[in-house]
């Protein structure tokens, strides 16, 4: 096809590219959190990235605190995920038929994650969220679905419904397309209220099958579960015979090799998983309890299929990373704590030095900065963030090379790579970014 854009779009840089991709892709990106849309500017078009730096087509570098929006662990072009994937793609890209290599990363989740005996992959969260909850309908008979304010599930119908991450940063938390027809079964509770969810159950008594949570939320800006949240929903959920669903795409294999489910020690009745178990490429997963994953076609009647679930270079890229996390789970997941910590204390000093109003959280290798005044444990206090200052900061620490993501309503991902050196340049990076925003 002759190139839409005009000769003077050819030079090869973000703004020229950005310009050009508009021609063909919505927005010019294939993702809106990608867009930049919240804090302005243009999206920076990716040359290179290796270990725990970016490099754009402009030629400048960055540290990494995106990292692919969460699957980056062991950092970008991981020699070991590399070699597996090219290894792979020298015996076809896909075959739609069972591999060997699937029952190795099934073997490897249940092994890892606590509440999972069986696991389906499939190619996104997406997928794994949207087909979690029909399994929880099918098995309970049930049509209703209880979901978080301000969590992101995915771009599924039933999902849209007050929804965080782009759908927040973009303001279509409740988005246009989906119908009244759905929505009316997608119930909306306030994260870190037991109350309202109790609420919500008693008035729908017998019509709930699930509670679908982000037992971290990541897609509000980085908010972890108040003391006894997690445990009063499995309380809730036992009481009234619904399925706990934890979405555990973002914080599975991230906060401890068996997710937010080992560190808090809940259990839920199904898990989803995305984004590390793909090492990169596109897989998501959805498992539990071996009685409510017997439900799954061919083995029980709840349909779901997908031509490339099981890819098998996703697959041996997903066994590269599961496989580094079982060897290094007694000592990888301290050695992240440490960071974070340090990158957050860091960050508190810096903040104080200017007298700056921030309220900050991390939990394992992800965390956020918000500047507020409050303490923010819901949608509403994350949505009273001063998101212009953040904005200003965003920009400013790209100034600086130091890549976050472009948005108050996200979360910074750092993985194993992040080190002594990275923590000091960040620093001081963010010294100076933030000399230029107070
Ligand atoms: P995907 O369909 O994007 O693979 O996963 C959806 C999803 C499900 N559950 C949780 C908790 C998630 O965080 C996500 C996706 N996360 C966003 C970032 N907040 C992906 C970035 C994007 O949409 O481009």
Same mark, same amino acid.
């Given at each position: !096809?002759?190139?839409?854009?005009?000769?003077?779009?050819d030079i090869r840089t973000s703004e020229a590219l950005y310009a050009k991709a508009r021609h063909t892709i919505p927005g010019g990106v294939n993702s809106p959190a990608r867009a930049f849309k919240s804090v302005g500017?243009?999206?920076?078009?990716?040359?290179?990235?290796?270990?725990?730096?970016?490099?754009?087509?402009?030629?400048?570098?960055?540290?990494?605190?995106?990292?692919?929006?969460?699957?980056?662990?062991?950092?970008?072009?991981?020699?070991?995920?590399?070699?597996?994937?090219?290894?792979?793609?020298?015996?076809?890209?896909?075959?739609?038929?069972?591999?060997?290599?699937?029952?190795?990363?099934?073997?490897?989740?249940?092994?890892?994650?606590?509440?999972?005996? $069986?696991?389906?992959?499939? /190619?996104?969260?997406?997928?794994?969220? !949207?087909?979690?909850?029909?399994?929880?309908?099918?098995?309970?008979?049930?049509?209703?679905?209880? $979901?978080?304010?301000? /969590?992101?599930?995915?771009?599924?119908?039933f999902f849209l419904i007050g929804a965080g991450s782009g759908p927040l940063t973009h303001g279509t938390p409740d988005s246009p397309g989906v119908t009244e027809g759905n929505a009316k079964d997608t119930l909306l509770a306030r994260y870190n209220d037991l109350d309202h969810v109790e609420q919500l159950l008693e008035a729908h008594a017998g019509e709930v099958a699930c509670i679908i949570v982000e037992p971290i939320a990541g897609n509000m800006g980085c908010i972890p579960p108040e003391p006894g949240f997690l445990e009063g929903l499995r309380r809730?959920?036992?009481?009234?015979?619904?399925?706990?669903?934890?979405?555990?795409?973002?914080?599975?294999?991230r906060?401890?090799?068996?997710?937010?489910?080992e560190r808090y020690g809940v259990i839920p009745d199904l898990t989803t998983l995305g $984004?590390?178990?793909?090492?990169?490429?596109?897989?998501?997963?959805?498992?539990? $309890?071996?009685?409510?994953?017997d439900h799954v076609s061919p083995e029980g009647p709840v349909y779901q299929a997908g031509t490339l679930s099981g890819n098998p270079l996703a697959m041996h890229a997903g066994y590269t990373v599961l496989q580094k996390i079982h060897d290094r789970r007694d000592t990888l997941y301290d050695q992240l704590e440490d960071y974070a910590e340090a990158l957050a204390r860091g960050t508190r000093h810096n903040l104080d030095a200017l007298g700056l109003s921030y309220y900050t959280t991390q939990v394992g290798a992800m965390g956020c900065l918000f500047f507020t005044e409050r303490t923010v444990t819901d949608l509403d206090d994350a949505?009273?963030?001063?998101?212009?200052?953040?904005?200003?900061?965003?920009?400013?620490m790209l100034e600086e090379g130091v890549y976050l993501a472009p948005s108050q309503f996200e979360a910074y991902f750092f993985g194993a790579l992040h080190d002594e050196d990275t923590l000091d340049a960040t620093l001081k990076a963010q010294r100076r970014a933030l000399k230029r925003v107070h």
């Open positions: !096809m002759d190139d839409v854009a005009s000769p003077a779009l500017g243009t999206p920076l078009f990716i040359q290179d990235a290796q270990g725990t730096t970016l490099t754009d087509v402009d030629g400048n570098t960055y540290i990494d605190y995106v990292g692919s929006w969460g699957p980056m662990l062991f950092g970008h072009a991981d020699p070991d995920t590399v070699a597996a994937v090219q290894d792979a793609a020298t015996r076809s890209t896909s075959y739609g038929a069972p591999t060997s290599i699937e029952i190795d990363v099934a073997e490897l989740v249940v092994d890892l994650v606590p509440s999972i005996d $069986k696991v389906r992959m499939v /190619n996104s969260g997406t997928e794994a969220t !949207m087909s979690a909850a029909r399994v929880a309908r099918g098995y309970t008979g049930r049509d209703k679905i209880i $979901k978080f304010a301000g /969590n992101y599930h995915g771009h599924g119908d809730l959920c036992d009481h009234h015979d619904a399925l706990l669903i934890f979405d555990e795409v973002m914080t599975g294999f906060v401890a090799p068996g997710g937010a489910q $984004k590390i178990i793909g090492g990169g490429l596109p897989v998501g997963a959805y498992g539990g $309890k071996q009685a409510v994953m949505k009273a963030c001063d998101t212009e200052r953040y904005a200003d900061y965003f920009h400013a």
